[in-house]
């Protein structure tokens, strides 16, 4: 099953205009942090999950549909004949805990943080939260 979405961005972000060369500069400043990023991680040692990991961010925080995305992705795996597992760092949550943690339906947002527990709610899959997303996975 192959899903396509036609996404692009406002007309105005693809013209050339004084703002655009205006941040310029900042552009340049940015690809050099990412640079010495990937450099410094580079040097660290990266574990290999024996499954396919699909990601789910964002450059922005908070309100642009993540948690949407999720499920949605989700929902198309189980039509494809899979089932998946979500990781997430359990964002809201009260009760910060280094390891992971099985979220159900019953769980409690204190524990688990509002965004997982609907993502468990809704797709029946397994969830786990935890500061290190490696362990989650693991789990």
């Given amino acids: 099953m192959v899903v396509k979405f036609k996404l692009s961005p406002p007309k105005f972000w693809r013209q050339k205009n004084i703002i655009s060369y205006l941040l310029l500069p900042f552009?340049?400043?940015?690809?050099?942090?990412?640079w010495l990023r990937r450099l410094y991680y580079k040097h660290l040692a990266l574990e290999r999950l024996p499954l396919p990991i699909i990601v789910v961010g964002n450059?922005?925080?908070?309100?642009?549909?993540k948690t949407p995305l999720v499920i949605c992705l989700a929902e198309l795996l189980k039509k494809?004949?899979?089932?998946?597992?979500?990781?997430s760092r359990g964002y809201g949550r009260k009760?910060?805990?280094?390891?992971?943690?099985?979220?159900?339906?019953?769980?409690?947002?204190?524990?688990?943080?509002?965004?997982a527990l609907l993502i468990a709610q809704r797709t029946k899959f397994p969830v786990?939260?935890?500061?290190?997303?490696?362990s989650a996975a693991k789990k």
Avoid: H, M
């Fill in 80 to 87: 494809a004949g899979r089932s998946p597992g979500i990781i």
């Fill in 95 to 115: 009760i910060n805990s280094n390891f992971p943690q099985n979220v159900t339906s019953e769980s409690k947002v204190e524990e688990v943080g509002d965004e």
């Fill in 59 to 65: 450059v922005t925080v908070g309100g642009v549909g």
């Fill in 27 to 34: 552009s340049f400043l940015y690809c050099f942090c990412i």
């Fill in 128 to 134: 786990v939260v935890a500061v290190d997303r490696v």
